[in-house]
Nanobody
Framework: QAQLVESGGGSVQAGGSLRLSCRAF?????MGWFRRAPGKEREWVTTFHAGEQPTYADSVKGRFTLSQPNTKNTLYLQMNSLQPDDTAMYYC??????????????????WGPGTQVTVSS
């Protein structure tokens, strides 16, 4: 059974950086990150479709970088210039190719338990 495990969350001040990791036990065409802030809907952040460049939500473009090094089962999210609005539970997600086109969380069948990111002003 596929599993995703996140790590790397924490608390930082505005302007700081964090790197999240997602270890996947399984093979997927699409992997990426969502986040959910208190009182808000789950929000697509970024995804990586096998063999293509990552895509990013406008709110994080230029600040966040998704990478998948040689070990294909691990995904990294480098988050720079963090702002209080980035405070949320971050979830690693995986699925088939459709998920990477739709960015709908309902198209991702596999989820990690989440890791908390808190940015203070």
């Amino acid at each position: 059974q596929a599993q995703l495990v996140e790590s790397g969350g924490g608390s930082v001040q505005a302007g700081g950086s964090l790197r999240l990791s997602c270890r996947a036990f399984g093979s997927f065409d699409c992997m990426g990150w969502f986040r959910r802030a208190p009182g808000k809907e789950r929000e697509w952040v970024t995804t990586f479709h096998a063999g293509e460049q990552p895509t990013y939500a406008d709110s994080v473009k230029g600040r966040f970088t998704l990478s998948q090094p040689n070990t294909k089962n691990t995904l990294y999210l480098q988050m720079n210039s963090l702002q209080p609005d980035d405070t949320a539970m971050y979830y690693c997600a995986a699925g088939g190719s459709v998920a990477c086109f739709s960015h709908r969380h309902t198209d991702f069948p596999y989820w990690g338990p989440g890791t908390q990111v808190t940015v203070s002003s």
